[in-house]
Nanobody
Framework: QVQLVESGGGLVQAGGSLRLSCVVS????????FGWYRQAPGKQREWVAT???????NYAVSVKGRFAISRDSAKNTVDLQMNSLKPEDTAVYYC??????????????WGKGTLVTVSS
């Protein structure tokens, strides 16, 4: 019902910036919670950032102050601005979407990922 397609990944030097975008399409009724996750080589997928239904945001300690998640309703995208990138940020980044209802959040929709490589 809901499709997510990430873009914007690529190769960047340490200290540089990238902006990832996730196009949200399909039956998006009641979709109000978005997130970004990443999976580095040889590691488990980890949470990076969340845009909550009320508009607040949460970030992993490792990216707080450097990354920013946002929603562009006009373009139907969820974006992740990444600044001051570090080699340890290298990973496949995944977009996530779900629904928050009476305090319970689902995270049932996922994109296929976009690769971010940060060189030293």
């Amino acid at each position: 019902q809901v499709q997510l397609v990430e873009s914007g990944g690529g190769l960047v030097q340490a200290g540089g910036s990238l902006r990832l975008s996730c196009v949200v399409s399909g039956s998006t009724l009641s979709i109000n919670n978005f997130g970004w996750y990443r999976q580095a080589p040889g590691k488990q997928r980890e949470w990076v950032a969340t845009l909550n239904s009320g508009g607040s945001t949460n970030y992993a300690v490792s990216v707080k102050g450097r990354f920013a998640i946002s929603r562009d309703s006009a373009k139907n995208t969820v974006d992740l601005q990444m600044n001051s990138l570090k080699p340890e940020d290298t990973a496949v980044y995944y977009c996530n979407a779900g629904r928050t209802f009476y305090g319970t959040t689902t995270r049932e929709y996922w994109g296929k990922g976009t690769l971010v490589t940060v060189s030293s």
